[in-house]
């Protein structure tokens, strides 16, 4: 995605995660081990952000205000597509912007609502992304296979690139 603007690949980012309701969020614990847990993204138009509700006595408070550089994984097997965004994350008491982030869907987790005392919101800003694009049915796949099978030139099974959001 190198030869793309910062625009275009934000936008082509943002299409791959689009539809993935559930990302893998990582961070670093007090122990120095990695903690992976899954955490609902916010649905906001991606712009190099990432927003997520997290409880304010959660571990991953305190582990962001240790180390705040985290990962988000995305995946959708159904598209056979991969993304992997690393950036740095801040705990958010914002009640403008829980209202603005706010879904129905929330409400299983903060039961008092938008003004639950316990509501905060994770902020990632991202800095840089990897990401798998492949055929997404397995007739793609296999066409894909076929065709690579047939000419001088292999087709490529996925579109993969790096991504510097810095």
Avoid at 19 to 38: H, K, N
Avoid at 132 to 157: H, M, N, Q, R, Y
Wanted: glycine share 6%; proline share 5%; hydrophobic share 40%.
């Amino acid at each position: 995605m190198s030869h793309h603007t910062h625009t275009e690949q934000i936008k082509q980012l943002a299409e791959l995660i689009r539809d993935v309701d559930i990302a893998m969020f990582t961070t670093t614990g007090v122990d120095g081990r990695l903690y992976s847990r899954p955490l609902g993204t916010q649905q906001v138009e991606f712009d190099g952000d990432l927003w997520f509700a997290t409880a304010a006595d959660s571990p991953k408070v305190a582990e962001i205000s240790l180390n705040p550089q985290v990962n988000v994984a995305y995946a959708s097997p159904s598209k056979n597509t991969y993304v992997s965004v690393a950036g740095t994350a801040r705990i958010v008491d914002d009640r403008a912007k829980v209202e603005e982030l706010w879904s129905p869907a929330m409400k299983l987790f903060f039961p008092g609502g938008k003004d639950d005392p316990n509501l905060r919101l994770i902020h990632v800003r991202a800095e840089s992304a990897e990401y798998w694009d492949g055929p997404g049915t397995l007739l793609g796949k296999a066409l894909s296979f076929v065709l690579s099978a047939v000419s001088d030139e292999p087709a490529a099974l996925a579109d993969t690139g790096k991504v510097d959001l810095r």
